[in-house]
């Protein structure tokens, strides 16, 4: 069967890509992705060769692909991760995240619902966010029933494109399946999230910027227990359902930059409290949401997932990675990203 993975270029994508790629052979994985400034082929270089992989270039905004893919292979599902994704981005230039995120989301389903003769056996898994559900106060989890309540650009972005999807399952009874997930790390993470970003900084002797009093929490999950997650919700996941998926592993920004500086200060053999020196409280993020945590008992009852990696593990895992693969960071760390950052903290 061939199931098509948008935005498999990108972070979390990459890392679906790579498992269902290897799990399952008899898959035909299509991965469509428009290589925008956060996708990078270089993360999917170990499997590129393999025969049940097919790298497509091009945007999910883009109707007559989408109808030439559609034509050309029997696309039975859709995992669909392709967006734009960083908060700070879509505060500066909303359109784009429109673009993406809502009108890609849609021609996408029209697509399904266009090729999709019959819906038997077909299934549009819409990969979100916790974003959807605003902000907690210091007590209390996201649920499946939480209300939706976006507060970004980024999110309210995301959050239509949930609406979207349950509204072509409710209208016109397509299949689908939506999962909401924290904030991951790991391996490939593009240097402009917190953890990847510090870690790039820490290297490079530059100021580790924590927003407004760095005690915003986070609940943070292993990007490769939340591609596991997302392997089980596609084969297992009830029709028309959500699911909650995180870490149990809450940290305030400024607790958790911490930790990186003296894991890192132990991988660079040098004396703790190093990095630390570079800690910056910057202006804060507009609209920047207080706590997010998620109650994942749904998946772990429905379905017995849990995360396998610690944070301890997991967050030493992402170290080395980027220690040992220097090539790729400078690679994404060129061009554009230079200007970006370069600007990005001249009016403070
Ligand atoms: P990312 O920014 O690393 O990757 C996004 C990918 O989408 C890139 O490869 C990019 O080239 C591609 N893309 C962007 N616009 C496209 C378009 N118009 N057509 C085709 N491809 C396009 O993002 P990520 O962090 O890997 O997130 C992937 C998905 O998971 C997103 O939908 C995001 O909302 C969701 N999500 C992310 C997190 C997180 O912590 N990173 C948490 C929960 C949910
Ligand atoms: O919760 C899931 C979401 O997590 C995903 O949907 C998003 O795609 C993903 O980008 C992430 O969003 P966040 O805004 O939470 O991640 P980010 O890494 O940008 O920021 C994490 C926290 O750190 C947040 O409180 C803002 C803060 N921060 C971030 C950056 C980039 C800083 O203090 N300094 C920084 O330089």
């Given at each position: ?25 008899d898959y035909h994985i299509i991965n469509l992705d428009a290589l925008t400034y956060a996708g990078n082929l ?307």
């Amino acid at each position: 069967m061939s199931l098509l993975i948008t935005g498999g270029a990108g972070f979390i994508g990459s890392h679906v890509v790579r498992l269902f790629v290897q799990k399952y052979p008899d898959y035909h994985i299509i991965n469509l992705d428009a290589l925008t400034y956060a996708g990078n082929l270089e993360n999917l270089k170990d499997i590129e060769q393999l025969p049940n992989y097919t790298f497509v270039k091009g945007s999910i905004t883009d109707s007559s692909l989408l109808d030439r893919l559609f034509t050309k292979h029997d696309i039975k599902g859709v995992i669909h991760l392709a967006a734009e994704s960083h908060v700070d981005r879509s505060i500066k230039d909303p359109m784009a995240f429109i673009d993406t995120n809502i009108k890609g989301t849609a021609v996408l389903l029209s697509a399904c619902k266009t090729h999709w003769k019959s819906f038997e056996g077909r299934r549009f898994y819409q990969i979100s966010t916790d974003e959807v559900f605003g902000a907690l106060g210091s007590e209390g989890y996201f649920t499946e029933e939480s209300p939706y309540a976006p507060n970004s650009p980024y999110s309210a972005s995301k959050a239509s494109a949930d609406h979207l999807v349950r509204a072509y399952g409710e209208t016109y009874g397509l299949p689908y399946v939506i999962s909401n997930c924290s904030n991951n790390y790991g391996p490939n993470h593009f240097p402009e999230k917190l953890i990847p970003l510090c870690i790039h900084n820490i290297l490079e002797g530059k100021e580790l910027p924590i927003y407004g009093n760095g005690l915003y929490t986070r609940d943070w999950l292993y990007v490769k227990d939340h591609a596991l997650a997302i392997d089980q919700v596609y084969h297992q996941g009830e029709n028309a359902a959500t699911y909650l998926i995180g870490g149990h592993n809450e940290y305030t920004n400024i607790d958790l930059i911490r930790l990186l500086c003296d894991q890192m200060d132990a991988r660079l053999n040098r004396p703790q409290g190093t990095a630390q020196k570079q800690i910056t409280f910057v202006k804060d993020r507009p609209g920047h949401d207080l706590r997010y945590a998620i109650d994942a008992s749904k998946i772990e009852r429905s379905l017995g997932w849990t995360p396998a990696h610690t944070f301890e593990a997991g967050l030493a895992a992402t170290i080395a990675w980027y220690l040992e693969n220097p090539d790729w960071l400078s690679q994404v760390t060129s061009g554009a990203y230079k200007s970006y950052y370069e600007n990005q903290y001249k009016s403070e």
